[in-house]
Each structure stands twice: as C-alpha cells, then as structure tokens.
C-alpha cells in the first residue's frame, strides 16, 4: 500500500507520534492512507488505541529496518 | 506548603497504627533468634507462630503452609521457581495471564510459557485460559486483582479448571489480602504486608500442602519485628476491610465521573464495578505520563503511572498494552485508610488544570 502521506517521528518519544499523527489529520482527505514511522515503543499501542477513540482505520504496522511504519486511514 | 497527599496506595500504605505499635513493641521482645532454646529465643518463637498463625487465617490456610520472605517480589519468584523446580517431571510449560506482576513474568521468562490475553477491561478470558492448558503445564499463574487497573480476576472459575487437571495454580494476591476475601482454590499464593498497612520488607508465600516444591521453601531467618508488625497490621485491615471498602469504592466512582467530566480526551480504564475497592487509572489523551506526575506531585499529589517515560526500562506497562488501552498519560490513583473525601477533592479540582497546562504546552489543544 502507498500511503498518501509520510510522517517521520523517528527518534521521537511518546506521545509525539500520537500528537504529529492527530495534527495531521485534518489535512489529509478522507480516505487517504498516513503512514507514522516511529522507533518509541508505546507508538505500536497508542496509534491503534487513538484510531479507536477517534473513530479513524488503523490499518496495522510493518517491520522497517528502524522501527516499524504505522499505517492509518482518515475515515472522517 | 502542605505535605503531600499519598495517592499510590498500590505500591505501598503507610503503616497502619496498630502496626506500628506491634513494631515498636517486637524490637524490644522480638530481637533474639526463634531457634534458640533459652528464654528470649523461645520468646521469639512464639510471636513468630503467632505471627504465622494470625496470618494463616486470613489466607484460609493452615500455619505450616505459610513462610515469611524479604518481599512479594521475593515470593513470586519463590512460588514460580519452587513450583517448576517440584514439576519437572511433568514439564516446564507455564500458563499465565498477561496481566501478571512483573515479579511472576521475570520468573517465568525463562520458561516456556504461554500468556493467556485479557480484554478490554482487563479481565483474563477463561475458555483462552482453559485452552491454554497443557499436559505438560507444570504451573498456572493469575493475580487475584489487576495491580495496576483493578479489575478483579476469575480466580475461583480458573482454579476449578487447573484442579481439575492436576495443575497448581499460584495466585498472586497482593492487591486483596486485607482489603477483601481472599479467592479460595489457590496452590500457591503470594501477598506483600506493605501493601495493607505493615511494615516493607515483609512477604508471604503459603504453599498448600500436598503442592509439588522443589527448590526447597525459603527457611532463613526473617525480619521478626517486621513480621509481628505485618500480622498485626493485617488483622487490623481484616477488621476494618469491610468499611473501608464501603468508603472508598464511592470515592473510586466519584474519581471515575468527575475525571470523565472534567477532562476531555480522557480513557477511564479496568472494569468500573466488579473492581478492587481503591484503585483507579486513566489516561490522558495526548499528555506525557512523566511531566503528567511531575506536575501532580508539584501540586501536592503523589500518584503512579503506567506510562512508558515513567518506567525504568522504556516500554509502556504490559497491562495497558494487553487491554488495547491508551498507554501515554497514564495516571493510576490508589486509595488507603488515610485517604479523606477532601484529599479526592482536592485531587479532582487540580486535575484538569495540570492536564490542560500540559496540552497547552504541547500545542494539543483541540485536536
């Protein structure tokens, strides 16, 4: 999947990737795809639980050489 | 400025008066070796029966099934290691809840293990538990209540599974002994005295008799003064348990509402009824779990977190992860008898203050 959108949060802790993801968001289209690269260990858990508080798709995550990429879908 | 108010009873209580008095008292009578034959060692013996016997009853088990040890720490990895060691032979798998002390899942690394999942509450999935099950599980593991969200757990449907199977089940019950019945149907059962209101230092491990121990029971000498103050402090929370349950579980769900009304963007997490009577956590949308303490601490408050920043190691708490739940601005409030209905007020009004600056800061707001 190509996201429409990289946010770099690598080297950042938590809750930074959660805040970058949500300051993002209203600039995406609805049905666009972000992808949130982060290294923090609380990212894996806290962008799943924020897609679930405010309503958008998480897509799930894939294994990069430093950290992982966090895949989530504007849905409204 | 006025002292801090405690909010973090989970970790530990302050030492409950009669306690403390037992303390002072066993320093002066307690102080001779109980393996001694002369006057003051056979002295010490008795109060250290006593001691044994008084907590026995709590436990619904008998004297000789119940050893003092340095911590809970201490007797979890007593439980666990001892546990494996007597069931070799059968195996080495071990089945735990993913909701454990951190104690029971350093002991159990090494092992081959299978964590059963919880859900959204924070409550372990029985039929996941059963299924978990081996013919060669030589231990099974589930805290009474969860340390760090409350949610009480099914030990009693749990332990019906692992007795019918012939598979000890060690419950580690730190967060209920003397503040609720303890579940019946443990093996092994683990508790901390500093956590009801005795002296730190002091753990317990009964081990049922009839229980598999390999690794021989922990039999040094103990903290004897500690002890008598432990068993001292525990029929005192025994006595008032019931009361105190009473007036603190509304002051748990005056937290639970006014936090949900009062702060936005925040998650009340753990079941809010079928709960410990004292403790309850929450996270904070978007606020960093460290300054979120830092700030209630300047504020006169001590609480604890599950957040990752606040751990020595960087992960966040393994109980938030396994409920799915928000893991940053984590806050987890916990009651004791020193707590008053003004030390919640005073919380509750500067909560959403603390939370607000924080986001402000952050540039959070609104989003």
């Known amino acids: 999947m190509t996201p429409d959108r990289v946010l770099d949060c690598l080297g950042r802790p938590c809750p930074v990737p959660v805040i970058e993801l949500a300051k993002a968001l209203p600039s995406l289209g609805v049905g666009d795809v972000i992808e949130v690269l982060s290294d923090d260990p609380a990212a894996r858990h806290d962008i799943p639980a924020w897609c679930r508080m405010r309503g958008q798709e998480w897509l799930g995550e894939q294994a990069r050489p430093v950290g992982a990429a966090y895949l989530v879908r504007r849905t409204g | ?367």
């Open chain 2, 1 to 367: 400025m006025a002292s801090t108010v405690h909010l973090d009873a989970a970790a530990a209580v302050p030492l409950h008066p009669a306690a403390r008095e037992a303390l002072l008292a066993a320093l002066d009578d307690g102080w001779a070796d109980p393996g001694r034959l002369y006057g003051a060692g056979r002295r010490a013996r008795l109060l250290l029966d006593a001691a044994r016997e008084s907590v026995a009853a709590t436990l619904g088990a008998r004297p000789d099934e119940v050893r003092f040890t340095p911590s809970g720490t201490v007797a979890d990895h007593c439980a666990v290691t001892g546990a494996l060691a007597g069931r070799r032979r059968v195996g080495g798998h071990v089945v735990h809840s993913a909701i454990e002390h951190s104690a029971v899942l350093h002991a159990a690394a090494g092992a081959d293990a299978t964590a059963v999942p919880v859900d959204r509450q924070g409550r372990v999935d029985v039929a996941a538990y059963d299924a978990a099950l081996r013919a060669d599980t030589a231990l099974a593991c589930l805290i009474s209540a969860s340390h760090e969200v409350g949610t009480v757990q099914p030990v009693e449907e749990v332990a019906e599974l692992c007795a019918a199977r012939g598979i000890p089940l060690l419950v580690d019950a730190a967060q209920t002994v003397g503040r609720a019945p303890v579940p019946q149907g443990w093996s092994l059962l683990t508790a901390s005295a500093h956590k009801w209101g005795g002296p730190p230092g002091v753990g317990v491990l009964a081990v049922r008799t009839g229980t598999r121990f390999g690794a021989g029971l922990p039999d040094g000498p103990v903290n004897l003064p500690a002890v008598v103050a432990a068993a001292v402090g525990l029929e005192a929370a025994n006595a008032e348990a019931a009361a105190e349950d009473a007036r603190l579980r509304p002051l748990v769900d005056r937290i639970r509402d006014r936090v949900a009304a009062d702060v936005p963007d925040v998650e009340i997490v753990g079941d809010p009824v079928d709960r410990l009577p004292h403790l309850v956590t929450f996270s904070c949308l978007y606020a960093e779990g460290e300054a979120l303490l830092t700030a209630l601490d300047r504020e006169g408050f001590a609480v604890s977190s599950g957040s990752s920043c606040t751990a020595d190691i960087l992960e966040p708490s393994h109980v938030l992860v396994a409920m799915g739940v928000l893991t940053h601005g984590n806050v987890r409030v916990s009651l004791h008898r020193g707590t008053t209905e003004a030390d919640v007020e005073g919380f509750l009004d500067v909560l959403p203050r603390v939370v607000g600056a924080l986001r402000r800061d952050a540039g959070v707001e609104g989003l």
